[in-house]
């Protein structure tokens, strides 16, 4: 008898706080349309919703599809959003991501080509910078490897045999 009561007590106070959250859980709205920016309907990454009375859509969506430049601060739990008109604008963001005398470019998705900020798709990865015979910029696709010179002009490429016929740097 004593486990049914206090089962019936443990329960009933569950049950009591689900009415308090209701309200909250209802306010909740899933029904944002569509988002355009300059006038062009885009698609985001994350849904967007309404909460009382406020829109929230992606941030790094949202800088990102006007061009910004986003990094996640994990350390300092920071966001830091950077307006990139030219290759001299990413040495703020790669003086911040530096480790004493390193810059690990790796994990970086925006690479200088002509004096012009590219931005690397999701699946292109940078491997390094050539240095020798004619500079460029060294970039990976599955197994594909490329590499771009400053000035744009395309250096050594090697396709691999699963992506020929494919053009897995078309992108760029």
Not at 80 to 85: C, E, K
Request: aromatic share 10%; with cysteine.
């Amino acid at each position: 008898m004593k486990k049914f009561i206090l089962g019936l007590f443990i329960g009933g106070l569950l049950f009591s706080n689900v009415g308090a959250h209701a309200d909250s859980i209802a306010e909740i709205l899933y029904n944002v349309n569509a988002i355009r920016i300059n006038n062009e309907e885009v698609e985001p990454t994350n849904k967007s919703f309404i909460y009382k009375g406020s829109t929230y859509v992606s941030l790094r969506f949202v800088s990102e599809t006007l061009g910004n430049i986003v990094r996640w601060d994990k350390d300092n739990q920071e966001i830091d959003i950077y307006t990139v008109n030219s290759c001299k604008d990413l040495e703020p963001i790669y003086k911040k991501e530096q480790k004493g005398s390193i810059i690990n470019l790796r994990e970086s998705k925006e690479i200088c080509i002509n004096d012009k900020v590219v931005i690397l798709p999701e699946d292109v990865f940078y491997e390094g910078f050539k240095v020798s015979g004619h500079p460029g910029n060294i970039l990976r696709r599955n197994k594909s490897i490329i590499t771009i010179g400053n000035d744009g002009m395309v250096l050594k490429p090697y396709i691999d045999e699963e992506d020929r016929g494919k053009e897995p740097f078309k992108s760029l």
